[in-house]
């Protein structure tokens, strides 16, 4: 029951998230009939995306999938609306469900740096990665206390792992001996077969589209 609480909170952070990147000009007072049917789209990605098989089917196992999947969707969401605090606080909360979370937090603080920069950066279609990169650094630096501002919180938090880690002698919390780090080949095979599958009908249409045009 619980997990299909959590579910039910995957999809409308989902929807949420997703009006937010590329929905934003629904939310106006008089949305035209394009901005409607790209809010459609949102919720329908959405509700997709939270009953993909390989969340969906552990949604009915005492499992940590949904709980974790729900703290790291609300910790992006925050994030993108401009509360890095309760952002950091969720994603704390994410890694005591799964430590491996705190790479959620680095992406989390990431793109909070490049949306606080965005606006200071000229860069063109055109510009090469390294003229961007030169932009976003000269920009770093004559906006570093704003930015300071936005990433102290992830900060702590990734302090706190790192600090937890080295006193822990690493990020299993339990029976350290059940949870052994090791490169898993057939995995690999596997992501690479499921990939193939889901993605097959996107190669197509793909195909399709650059034939019409």
């Known amino acids: 029951m619980v997990n299909v609480l959590f ?16 929905c934003a000009k629904a939310q ?10 790209l809010a459609t789209k949102c919720s329908v990605t ?28 609300l910790l992006y969401y925050l994030g993108l609306r401009g509360n890095h605090f ?39 279609d055109s510009s090469s ?11 770093f630096y004559n906006n570093f206390f704003k930015v300071l501002k936005c990433l102290w919180a992830y900060g702590l938090v990734v302090i706190s792992f790192a600090v937890f880690v080295v006193m822990n002698g690493g990020i299993v919390v339990g029976d350290k001996t059940q949870h052994k780090a090791c490169l898993n080949v057939p ?15 996107c190669a197509r249409s793909s195909s399709r589209h650059c034939k019409l045009s």
Request: proline residues 3%.
């Open 46 to 73: 959405a509700l997709v995306l939270a009953i993909f098989p390989v969340l969906y089917f552990f949604t009915f196992l005492y499992y940590t999938d949904s709980s974790s999947t729900f703290f790291v969707l």
């Open 129 to 139: 990665l390294v003229t961007e990169l030169k932009e976003y650094i000269i920009s």
């Open 7 to 22: 579910l039910m909170g995957n999809v409308w952070l989902l929807r949420q998230i997703l009006n937010k990147l590329h």
């Open 28 to 37: 106006n007072e008089k949305p035209t009939d394009e901005d409607k049917s």
């Open 86 to 124: 309760a952002a950091a606080v969720v994603g704390a909360a994410s890694i005591i469900i799964r430590q491996t979370n705190v790479i959620w937090v680095v992406f989390t603080a990431g793109v909070t740096a490049l949306r606080t920069l965005q606006p200071n950066v000229n860069v063109t």
């Open 187 to 201: 995995q690999l095979f596997y992501l690479l077969v499921f990939t193939l599958a889901f993605s097959s009908s």
